[in-house]
């Protein structure tokens, strides 16, 4: 089963770089999920005693499944479906962390001064956020007096900007225990496998430069290396093999009922539970229940997450007494590609237009505004514009290139005229959007509020793939504690279950900073899965 997995995890992760031509985060999903038939190669999942039970191989389960064998647990790991990896392994694997060997070469400016001094300047809704703000102005005066020029950042100021993007109602504590763990946790990546790009840029919704990737821009790197190291340490990984309800004895989780990968129901008596089953965003029935902020995330709207993201974890932890937060948020991805291509997510070298050829929203914006100034452009669809100078930032060969606009997944034009009439847009417009775009870069100013500035965009050719909004990630769902233990409505921990990723809730508030969600499943992963291995 070993060398199945490998391959399958292998070969998706070069269909996801062939789709992308790397580093976005808005990967598209594979047309259809490569299956594998763990029964050629093992044996399914029989009744089983083990220390620590992991429900689910995505980034946060195989975090856990690492982290509590490295730290001498036995472990068994659970795949409903028959690959690893869930949207870990779609995604583009943008890892936000302060990161101040890597962000050096970037400079900071008078519109990205402005940006943290208008957070400072927040009335504080409470203690914790006072102490954040109060941190991170002490932080920013030492900047400013070291008379420093490169890009300001911490932890703490990482924590204020999810905080500040998720409208206040993230835990300001699990926003903290994320930023600070990004570093230490980017560094255990390195040393199970994982090989990252140098340079750090802005994915999409970001906010900041603190978006570092893999080398190859995909989040089939954490899972490929992740699983390699489980596997090295003892994990015991079962494919096609779902977690159905947890066992509870005198309040404690002990295990779970499982249906293995031959249909039978097993029983696996645990120590402790990890639960890392993900979100809801691919159960529309979910969707509907908790959404009050969309019009509709009903049937209407596609999502670009993997088919198992229908929270099952939710559903098994509410009924053992797991209290639920955040529920009713759920976050679209602007970038759902509609003409298939495309040259990245990072906002850096990029405009959006709509179909009239006109700006119409400030690029590095949060993503829900992003989401909503997309669906009120005609047909919902816009165009994201590049040039030559993000082809070479982000290095697509040429043959990839000339696949996606001979295939009419991407719009060329080796003048600004002939990609408008490629696109189908005015040209004169799209003339004088670019034009005023140009202006708007050397006065580091625009009329949207933009305060990411790249190269104009003068690099001839002149690319643009369109895109509407999709369902991306749900914010809410089982509450925890720093400790990544699972909360009771009364507060308390539910002894033996623990949590991470995006099955959890309460750090990302209303809006999922971009780039912010990787992290929070393999930080969370970590720390679950050291402290379920420390369970009795
Ligand atoms: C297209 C796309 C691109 C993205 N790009 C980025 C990015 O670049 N940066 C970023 O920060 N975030 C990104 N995100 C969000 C991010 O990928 C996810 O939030 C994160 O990877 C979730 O990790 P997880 O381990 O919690 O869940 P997942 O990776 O989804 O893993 C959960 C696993 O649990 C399994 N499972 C579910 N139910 C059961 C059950 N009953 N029994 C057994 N197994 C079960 C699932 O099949 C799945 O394999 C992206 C999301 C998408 C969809």
């Not at 779609?90 to 050096?104: I, K, L, M, V």
């Not at 430069?209 to 015991?236: C, H, M, P, V, Y």
């Not at 040039?387 to 719009?411: H, N, R």
């Not at 990723?501 to 929070?520: F, K, L, Q, S, Y």
Request: glycine share 10%.
């Amino acid at each position: 089963m070993k060398g199945t997995k490998k391959l399958l995890c292998l070969t998706l992760s070069l269909v996801l770089m062939g789709m992308t031509a790397c580093s976005t985060q808005n990967t598209p999903a594979p047309s259809a999920e490569p299956s594998g038939d763990p029964q050629t190669t093992s044996a399914a999942l029989q009744d089983s005693d083990v220390d620590v039970l992991v429900i689910g191989a995505g980034g946060a389960g195989l975090s856990a499944a690492v982290s509590a064998s490295e730290n001498g647990a036995s472990v068994i790991v659970v795949e409903k479906m028959s690959i690893m990896g869930g949207n870990t392994l779609r995604s583009g694997g943008a890892f936000n962390s302060y990161d101040p060997e890597g962000q050096a070469s970037t400079k900071m400016d008078d519109s990205l001064k402005a940006t943290v001094e208008k957070l400072l300047a927040v009335e504080p809704i409470n203690d914790a956020h006072k102490q954040l703000i109060e941190d991170v102005q002490k932080q920013y005066d030492e900047y400013l007096a070291s008379g420093s020029d490169s890009l300001f950042d911490s932890p703490e100021w990482h924590a204020l900007q999810t905080l500040d993007a998720g409208d206040y109602i993230g835990n300001v504590d699990l926003i903290l225990t994320l930023t600070r763990n990004t570093l230490d946790t980017k560094k255990w990546l390195t040393t199970n496998g994982t090989v990252w790009d140098p340079t750090i840029r802005t994915v999409i919704g970001a906010l900041w430069n603190r978006s570092a990737q893999t080398t190859n821009g995909s989040g089939a790197d954490f899972i490929q290396a992740l699983s390699t190291q489980a596997e090295k340490n003892g994990a015991q990984i079962y494919l096609d093999t779902k977690a159905e309800s947890l066992l509870q004895e005198d309040g404690k989780v002990t295990g779970a009922t499982i249906t293995n990968a031959d249909g039978q129901t097993v029983t696996v008596n645990a120590k402790s539970v990890v639960m890392a089953t993900g979100g809801f965003a691919a159960n529309v029935d979910m969707r509907v229940e908790y959404n009050t902020e969309w019009a509709d995330l009903g049937e209407s709207i596609a999502t670009n997450n993997h088919p198992g993201a229908t929270g099952d974890g939710i559903v098994m932890g509410k009924a053992v007494g797991a209290d639920l937060v955040d529920m009713q948020w759920i976050q679209l991805m602007p970038l759902f590609p509609v003409s298939g291509g495309g040259i990245s997510g990072y906002v850096n070298n990029a405009i959006y237009v709509n179909k009239e050829g006109q700006r119409y929203v400030n690029e590095d914006n949060r993503r829900d505004v992003l989401a909503q100034g997309a669906l009120n452009q005609t047909d919902k669809l816009f165009f994201v514009i590049n040039d030559q100078t993000e082809i070479d930032s982000v290095q697509i060969p040429q043959d990839k290139l000339d696949y996606m606009v001979e295939a009419g997944m991407l719009f060329k034009g080796e003048t600004v005229e002939e990609l408008a009439e490629n696109m189908g847009v005015p040209a004169e417009n799209l003339k004088k959007t670019i034009e005023d775009y140009g202006k708007a870069v050397d006065a580091q100013k625009d009329e949207f509020g933009r305060s990411t500035w790249g190269a104009r965009l003068d690099n001839p050719p002149y690319y643009a793939a369109s895109y509407t909004p999709a369902v991306h990630h749900t914010m809410g769902g089982l509450k925890i504690n720093t400790e990544a233990q699972v909360l009771n409505a009364a507060g308390e921990a539910i002894p033996g279950f623990y949590a991470a990723g995006e099955v959890t809730g309460g750090i990302h508030g209303t809006n999922r900073v971009g780039g912010n969600a990787v992290p929070d499943a393999l930080v969370f992963g970590k720390i679950a899965g050291a402290n379920a291995a420390a369970q009795k």
